[in-house]
């Protein structure tokens, strides 16, 4: 089965933010982007709030609930018990766990699994004892230790940062190094009994090097990239585009 694509709707809250001004509209992009095929709909709302807002979330899962019955809903972010209990308000599908801090611009680093494990622990099962799958930020090149690490937390799946993946979008060498990396790590997970999903600045033209590396994947979750894309294609062009590239 293609891994199924989640569009990240941060890109498209933070053109909005630039004015006091309701467009453009994060539900009305989402929508169009459930309606030309994703799976689902991420966001990551910062506590600074400069790209989604807090009360976006509602609108989000009201679209999704109304809309849209068998799309999903992923929310990520740090775990600090603000987070938490925000993300439990608005009833995801999906939480996906990473470690930045609040001042980062973006994710750029996964979860110390040894070092982190009691926190991460706790938070897991807090989360799935309300019925929410749990998804942990990943290095690319997480060995069997660290990932024995991240399965002991309970976590259902883990989410492989692909930026140093993307970074090499005009170094096709180095490309298939870090889809080495990406494939080594994404066979142990999936024996392990972790589900794969991936995400950062993916593309149209590197998806399906990602996707033959890790025939493991579930799930996609892409958004500075498709939302550059949308300005050329439109979001529904540009998520059927970003569709078949996942396979």
Not at 27 to 56: C, N
Not at 64 to 78: L, R, S, T, V, W
Not at 195 to 207: F, I, P, Q, S
Request: hydrophobic share 40%; aromatic share 6%; with cysteine.
């Amino acid at each position: 089965m293609p891994a199924k694509l989640s569009v990240n709707l941060n890109a498209v809250a933070m053109l909005r933010n630039r004015r006091d001004l309701p467009w453009p509209s994060v539900t009305g992009l989402g929508r169009m982007a459930l309606a030309a095929g994703a799976h689902g709909l991420t966001v990551h709302p910062r506590p600074d709030q400069r790209h989604i807002r807090f009360s976006d979330l509602p609108e989000i899962r009201a679209l999704i609930d109304d809309e849209f019955p068998d799309a999903e809903f992923n929310i990520e972010g740090y775990p600090t018990d603000a987070f938490l209990d925000l993300a439990e308000a608005n009833e995801p599908e999906q939480v996906t766990l990473v470690p930045d801090d609040p001042a980062q611009a973006t994710s750029d680093h996964g979860w110390d699994f040894q070092g982190k494990g009691n926190l991460l622990r706790a938070v897991v099962q807090r989360l799935k004892s309300r019925g929410i799958r749990v998804s942990l930020f990943c290095d690319p090149d997480a060995n069997r230790a660290a990932l024995e690490a991240a399965k002991a937390t309970g976590a259902d799946r883990v989410e492989f940062y692909t930026g140093p993946y993307g970074s090499t979008y005009d170094d096709p060498a180095r490309a298939a190094e870090e889809l080495e990396k990406l494939q080594i790590s994404g066979r142990i997970a999936a024996e392990l009994g972790l589900g794969v999903n991936a995400g950062h600045d993916l593309t149209v033209d590197n998806l399906p090097g990602l996707a033959g590396a890790i025939p493991e994947l579930l799930e996609v979750s892409i958004g500075h990239g498709l939302t550059a894309d949308a300005l050329e294609h439109g979001m529904a062009g540009t998520v059927r585009r970003f569709v078949k590239a996942c396979g």
